[in-house]
């Protein structure tokens, strides 16, 4: 079994409302909700959920976008969270994020070659043609050509402007990556181009993807484990296989049906969700995912269940009563 | 036929990308009001650095009172008065002490003037009718009488926009008026677009208390009604403020700096008044927009990339905001322009004898019935160069903002 | 809701007293107290006498305890006397405030009445020749300085046509002898100062009034009027204007502190007996009671008006909410 490059525990954040006269600190949007996980040396782990379930935040938080409320990160076996100042610079080159709007995240002012070469002039790595005969190979490596060093990002597609992204994520060799939603602004087809560009650069260069998704078929195509959130919290976690073969949350498995298959015509029914996400200011009580649940008991609205390994495995691990006292 | 093969060439002329200033300039151009402002201004701009150059040219002098030639109308010729006759004699005598010699012994010599000593035979012939004075310098044939014709020249003065009160020349005080006008308009612009930009840059980048600190000042300032704070912000004397906070009269005239201040206190004091009141858009222009910008992803990716916040402020945000900045200096010329001719007409701006459209404005309002165009003037050179400003400013907004599609 | 009304009614009374205190402290800084006045007037007054005044008059005190006293007095309802009119502030003030109320309103009301058809006009009409002309001059209006327009007014209508006062607020000397009459007298001194201070606010909403109204035709909902066969002037009132009105009202209440401000100037150039010439006059003149009352009501009336605009925001347009 490889190492862990990266162990969170208990991670939350919070984001404060504030009301009244005097702008009293009056409730919490818990976005991230107490969340524990591990992600181990060259693999992929999918993070799937609806919108709103705080997956992107959490992707933030991961990379210090966002200052977490509590818990703790380890990278690499150090505490990235007492990381301060210059060495958390530094240490920002070994983890990097690819970001879901192809056109808001490369900036309009800049030729291409400017913004693939700022990760060197940021760090203050190599000489300038040096850097520039890196830019070219970055290009070509993500697949475009190492004449387009001048242009605009205007003068790109969404494909085209993502592997630009992509470039630039790659361009100080981090070991962990975070995908944030990197082909759902992009046509099917597209999508899939990317996605393999992904799977190959992940070979050549050894990389390690947190891979964010509301797509479960693209996270099915990637990734090697996946966690399921859903307001905040994950509710499950386990390897690809065994996740789609064997879920045991009921958010889970509604989420599997509610993939379109080939052939499946309407023969079955699907396990379709009922009600809308509720709001992560006010979660339920319980499990929050009580309200939506059809095999609701009386505990799971007193009492939140923990994220427990199911029997004989333990790397399935399911946040439901169900499953953890003996799939009732 | 649209189904014509393109040749490589045109291919490669098609592929080329326009570069974002070239997209713009063509944008602009088809705002035919903001090129015309534009030139508008840059005539203006010529006109102010080159006062002293056109007050050298048509002899004329912003200061120069002649009390023969009060209220005349435009397109007038005056001549000058005796004294300044002599003046303009000494002058020539005192430049060229050779000419002037040789010229005073041929008029002494052929008798042409009836001077009684040899050094008034210059002035006497200047005091002559012009024709007739000129008519005895061409019997002379002489260089140097060639040279003292100049002279003459000089004695009459063409006021192509007549005079004011005190027979000074309207055209040469609306020049250095502008010079003064749009000087100080396009100080104040400046400045207070930069601290807009520090102050808006530094509440949107930072937020939370600084933002909201920053912001409620802002708020405040811009709420108030400006004209009453001006005036009473006006009318104190730069003398009386400091000898209130405890400096007396031996160490504000010891000290160059506060000496500096105080000689030059009317128009300092305006720019500083100005300047405390308009300051506040462009901050809440660029708040704005950082705001927006800070959420977008590229700013996010600099970050996970390392960048310091110093980095991610000159190279992502300002660029960005850049657009809006020209906006706002543009406008704010304008703006000022107005606001220091409002100051100046009530008395409280520049302060004469020194010449600004404003307090010409002032000077003009109690001589409605004597010479209504002294008001007209002024007036309309106000207007024309604000109103090529602001729609300098409507165009650039319009050009750079890829939304506004042209109709 | 109320909370965020209570909030900014205290922001504002904070800001009020503030400002009240820094135009105080400025006053102070000005030359000849009335001590300093009483020692020109009178060569013989000896040292003595002079300390005497001064703690009379409590000139001796610091700057806020002196705030404080005058704070006090002006809650007990004692405004105080006037130095240059030898009245007292409060029989001074009210007439004046009338005036300016009187040419205020009458200049935002033309503006309104000409700005809004015109600006609603041009807005259904963009690019024809009727809108570059009009914006033109709506540009015009903003650039063009207010008093200028007054005098070159004044010189049209007063001294070359002789038709309307060239200043004043009513005939010295005229007896009215009925509401018309006087009524008539009055109206000829606020015809002039009303066009010079309408025409700065028409420039503004108009263009304003265009815009919004550009925004609101542009609409999804205006196409689905249209496609249900609304006859076209139903749609321009009912779904256009209704919808661009929202931000109208704010810069109506907004404008009004620049309403104020150029009350202040038009009201100096046609000698017009309002709070706006007071407050010059008694700034330039050092009279400093007046000049305390008259700023504080000037200013108290601008954020008034400023914070009915934000109030008006949220009633008119059920999208905003107050946090």
């Known amino acids: 079994m490889s190492q862990n490059i990266l162990e969170v525990k208990n991670l939350s954040k919070f984001f404060p409302i504030k009301k009244g006269l005097f702008l009293r600190h009056v409730a919490d949007v818990r976005a991230v909700d107490y969340v524990s996980f591990h992600v181990r040396q060259g693999e992929t782990l999918g993070l799937v959920g609806e919108s709103g379930c705080g997956k992107s935040t959490l992707g933030r938080t991961l990379i210090r976008l966002y200052e977490p409320t509590s818990g703790s990160i380890r990278f690499k076996g150090e505490d990235f969270l007492k990381v301060r100042g210059e060495s958390l610079r530094k240490m920002r080159k070994d983890m990097q994020m690819i970001f879901q709007d192809p056109y808001a995240s490369l900036d309009p002012r800049m030729t291409v070659g400017q913004i693939l070469t700022q990760p060197f002039e940021i760090h203050n790595i190599m000489t300038p043609s040096e850097r520039l005969e890196r830019v070219k190979q970055l290009l070509e490596t993500v697949g475009l050509k190492a004449s387009h060093v001048n242009r605009y990002p205007h003068e790109f597609s969404g494909g085209q402007r993502q592997r630009i992204s992509i470039a630039r994520a790659i361009a100080l060799n981090p070991s962990l990556v975070i995908a944030d939603e990197p082909v759902s602004a992009l046509d099917v087809s597209i999508q899939a181009q990317i996605l393999n560009l992904m799977k190959d650069l992940q070979e050549k260069l050894k990389l390690t993807y947190v891979f964010i998704s509301h797509d479960l078929s693209v996270i099915e195509h990637l990734c090697d484990r996946i966690a399921v959130m859903y307001l905040g919290k994950i509710v499950e976690i386990a390897t690809r296989d065994e996740l789609f073969s064997n879920p045991k949350h009921p958010y889970t498995q509604a989420l599997i049906s509610a993939i379109p298959r080939v052939g499946e015509g309407k023969k079955k029914m699907k396990k379709s969700l009922s009600g809308e996400v509720p709001s992560p200011i006010n979660p339920p009580s319980g499990c929050h995912f009580h309200p939506r649940c059809a095999h609701k008991k009386d505990i799971c609205s007193q009492k939140a269940p923990a994220l427990e390994s199911v029997t004989g495995n333990s790397e399935h691990r399911s946040a439901c009563w169900l499953t953890t006292q003996g799939g009732l | ?407 | ?323």
Not at chain 2, 71 to 99: D, H, M
Not at chain 2, 393 to 402: K, S, V
Not at chain 3, 255 to 261: A, K, P, R, T
Request: proline residues 4%; glycine residues 6%; aromatic residues 10%.
């Open chain 3, 1 to 323: 809701m109320t909370t965020y009304i209570v909030r900014r009614m205290l922001q504002t009374f904070v800001v009020i007293i503030l400002l009240s205190y820094v135009c105080f402290y400025l006053m102070t800084l000005m030359p000849g107290d009335p001590v300093e006045l009483m020692i020109q007037s009178n060569p013989k007054i000896t040292s003595a006498d002079i300390e005497r005044l001064r703690t009379l008059y409590g000139l001796d005190q610091p700057a806020y305890k002196r705030y404080a006293n005058w704070v006090s007095s002006i809650v007990q309802g004692d405004l105080g006397y006037s130095r240059t009119y030898r009245v007292p502030v409060s029989e001074l003030i009210g007439p004046k405030l009338v005036n300016t109320f009187v040419l205020s309103m009458s200049s935002l009301l033309l503006a309104i009445l000409i700005a809004v058809p015109l600006g609603v006009l041009c807005a259904l009409r963009a690019g024809s020749k009727l809108d570059y002309t009009v914006n033109f001059f709506a540009f015009a209006g903003i650039s063009m300085p207010s008093f200028w327009l007054a005098i070159v007014l004044i010189i049209i209508f007063s001294v070359t046509l002789g038709w309307l006062p060239a200043g004043g607020t009513s005939t010295i000397g005229f007896e009215p002898t009925g509401i018309l009459d006087g009524g008539l007298d009055r109206l000829k001194y606020l015809i002039l100062p009303t066009l010079s201070l309408a025409y700065l606010s028409i420039g503004s909403f108009l263009r304003f009034v265009r815009a919004s109204m550009m925004d609101a035709m542009r609409n999804d909902y205006i196409r689905t009027a249209k496609a249900k066969g609304l006859p076209r002037l139903a749609v321009v009132w009912k779904h256009g204007f209704r919808n661009a009105l929202i931000p109208l009202i704010t810069i109506i209440a907004l404008s009004f502190s620049g309403v104020f401000s150029g009350a202040i100037i038009t009201e100096t150039v046609f000698a017009y007996q309002g709070v706006g010439k007071l407050v010059f006059d008694s700034i330039t003149g050092n009279d400093f009671n007046v000049a305390m009352v008259s700023f504080v009501i000037s200013v108290s009336m601008v954020l008034l008006m400023n914070l009915i605009a934000d109030i008006l925001y949220g009633v008119a347009d059920p999208r905003i909410s107050y946090k």
């Open chain 2, 1 to 407: 036929m649209s189904d014509k093969q393109l040749s490589q060439k045109e291919i490669q002329a098609l592929e080329q990308y326009l570069p974002m200033w070239k997209i713009v300039f063509g944008q602009f151009l088809q705002h035919k009001m903001a090129v015309v402002g534009l030139i508008t201004i840059l005539i203006f701009v010529a006109i102010a650095l080159l006062a002293p150059v056109i007050s050298a040219v048509t002899g004329l002098d912003p200061n120069r009172q002649n009390p023969l030639a009060r209220y005349l109308k435009p397109g007038t010729v005056a001549p000058l008065g005796s004294s300044q006759k002599e003046e303009a004699v000494l002058n020539f005598e005192n430049r060229e002490p050779q000419a002037a010699q040789a010229l005073r012994a041929d008029l002494m010599s052929k008798q042409l003037v009836q001077s009684v000593r040899e050094e008034d035979a210059l002035y006497d012939l200047a005091f002559l009718e012009k024709n007739q004075a000129l008519e005895v310098l061409k019997k002379l044939k002489t260089p140097e009488a060639k040279k003292f014709e100049k002279v003459f020249d000089s004695f009459e003065t063409y006021h192509l926009l007549g005079t004011d009160d005190t027979g000074r020349d309207v055209f040469i005080r609306l020049v250095y008026g502008t010079r003064v006008s749009l000087g100080i308009g396009v100080v104040v612009a400046i400045m207070a677009t930069l601290i807009g930009l520090i102050v808006g840059a530094l509440a949107g980048f930072y937020g939370g208390f600084i933002d909201s600190a920053l912001m409620r000042i802002t708020d405040s300032l811009l709420s108030l009604p400006t004209i009453p704070l001006l005036i009473l912000m006006a009318a104190i004397k730069g003398k009386d403020f400091l000898e209130k906070i405890g400096i007396d009269e031996q160490e504000y005239t010891s000290s160059a700096v506060l000496s500096f201040l105080l000689e030059n206190e009317a128009i300092i004091k305006l720019v500083f008044i100005l300047l405390i009141f308009s300051w506040m858009t462009t901050a809440r222009l660029v708040r704005g927009s950082i705001l927006s910008l800070k959420e977008r992803e590229f700013i996010l990716a600099a970050k996970t990339l390392g960048a310091k916040d110093s980095t991610i402020i000159v190279r992502h945000l300002f660029p960005n905001v850049i657009s809006v900045i020209l906006v706002s200096v543009t406008l704010k010329v304008g703006d000022s322009i107005l606001f220091e001719a409002a100051m100046s007409f009530l008395g409280l701006g520049v302060q004469p004898p020194t010449p600004s459209w404003g307090n010409m404005l002032f000077n003009a309002q109690d001589l409605i019935q004597e010479a209504p165009f002294l008001a007209i003037l002024p007036g309309l050179l106000i207007l024309a160069v604000t109103l090529s400003f602001n729609y300098l400013g409507d165009g650039l907004q319009d050009a750079i903002d890829p939304k506004a599609i042209r109709r």
